[in-house]
């Protein structure tokens, strides 16, 4: 082969494998990765075993994925016509439908058997959160609820990890749960915000698009607010009055209050806004380790 074939090769390797990133959304990986890895210690009280941490983080992954690539498959005559998204994979051609839906199929294998390996049971409770992670794509079509929706596949992630590591869901997980939905339902909702002239134009819903831009922050604040209040009530129901509660409290209060005055600038710069999602869930985290450590 010439040296400009290998040179070819090289470069068309590295578009596929940019084209793959970008198909998963590798960057966002960190947003409930933070969680993933929280909810985990708290349910293991700090020694979660390697094998059972490495399963679950599998499992985590492989969903994430699968949600991600499928949501791209469904969606990509959309994401054509919306400037934020043209330039997406399945849309310029870059990698094709059934290499998406081969990605959508291995991390849903992945998915399952870590949740094989880990209980039985597990894959049986799976196919409902399945049907959800990958369902919800549909949902903007006809419904506004699509925003929450998300927020509730967001939401199986604590119900999953204490399946995983306790078999049941107590209490404490199902606050978690609550906080989640929040969390998620903020979080698409300032994504949504990007795409407002894209989803009126070709008919989509949001919340954002319901409400309109000006009420939007004050939304995102409320939900924000009471993700918090939840998840220091999940932190008290799972460790007591400890004075560590009150850092996860703090922190997403302070960032939350951040994102509300920077929505409600007359040019939002919505990418730093969603960014600062990520130093929330980062903070959470942050609490556990140094808890537990």
């Known amino acids: 082969?010439?040296?400009?074939?290998?040179?070819?090769?090289?470069?068309?390797?590295?578009?596929?494998?940019?084209?793959?990133?970008?198909?998963?959304?590798?960057?966002?990986?960190?947003?409930?990765?933070?969680?993933?890895?929280?909810?985990l210690l708290v349910a293991a009280h700090g020694r979660p075993g390697w094998t059972l941490a490495t399963l679950v983080l599998l499992a985590f992954i492989g969903a994430r994925n699968a949600g991600?690539?499928?949501?791209?498959?469904?969606?990509?005559?959309?994401?054509?016509?919306?400037?934020?998204?043209?330039?997406?994979?399945?849309?310029?051609?870059?990698?094709?439908?059934?290499?998406?839906?081969?990605?959508?199929?291995?991390?849903?294998?992945?998915?399952?058997?870590?949740?094989?390996?880990?209980?039985?049971?597990?894959?049986?409770l799976a196919l409902p959160a399945v049907a959800l992670m990958l369902g919800y794509?549909?949902?903007?079509?006809?419904?506004?609820?699509?925003?929450?929706?998300?927020?509730?596949?967001?939401?199986?992630?604590?119900?999953?990890?204490?399946?995983?590591?306790?078999?049941?869901?107590?209490?404490?997980?199902?606050?978690?749960?609550g906080a989640m939905v929040l969390f998620g339902t903020a979080f698409e909702s300032v994504h949504s915000l990007g795409d407002l002239a894209s989803d009126e134009e070709q008919g989509l819903f949001s919340l954002p698009r319901s409400l309109g831009a000006k009420r939007t922050p004050y939304l995102v604040g409320g939900l924000l607010a009471g993700a918090a209040v939840l998840l220091t009530v999940f932190l008290v129901e799972s460790w007591g009055l400890s004075p560590w509660v009150a850092l996860p409290l703090a922190g997403v209060a302070a960032l939350a209050g951040a994102e509300v005055l920077g929505l409600r600038a007359k040019r939002?710069?919505?990418?730093?806004?969603?960014?600062?999602?990520?130093?929330?869930?980062?903070?959470?985290?942050?609490?556990?380790v140094l808890f537990y450590l």
Do not use: C
């Open 1 to 39: 082969m010439a040296p400009t074939d290998g040179a070819t090769a090289t470069r068309r390797g590295f578009e596929s494998l940019r084209a793959l990133g970008t198909l998963l959304m590798v960057p966002n990986l960190g947003l409930n990765l933070f969680f993933a890895l929280a909810y």
């Open 68 to 124: 991600h690539a499928f949501n791209q498959v469904v969606d990509r005559e959309f994401d054509a016509k919306n400037p934020r998204t043209r330039d997406r994979p399945l849309v310029t051609g870059t990698l094709s439908v059934r290499a998406a839906v081969a990605v959508v199929a291995v991390n849903l294998a992945v998915f399952f058997l870590a949740a094989l390996l880990i209980n039985p049971w597990l894959t049986v």
């Open 137 to 177: 794509s549909y949902t903007k079509r006809f419904t506004p609820a699509t925003t929450v929706l998300l927020g509730a596949v967001q939401a199986l992630l604590p119900a999953g990890v204490y399946l995983a590591v306790m078999g049941t869901v107590p209490l404490a997980a199902w606050t978690a749960v």
């Open 268 to 288: 939002p710069r919505l990418l730093p806004l969603f960014r600062l999602h990520f130093a929330m869930g980062g903070v959470f985290l942050a609490t556990v």
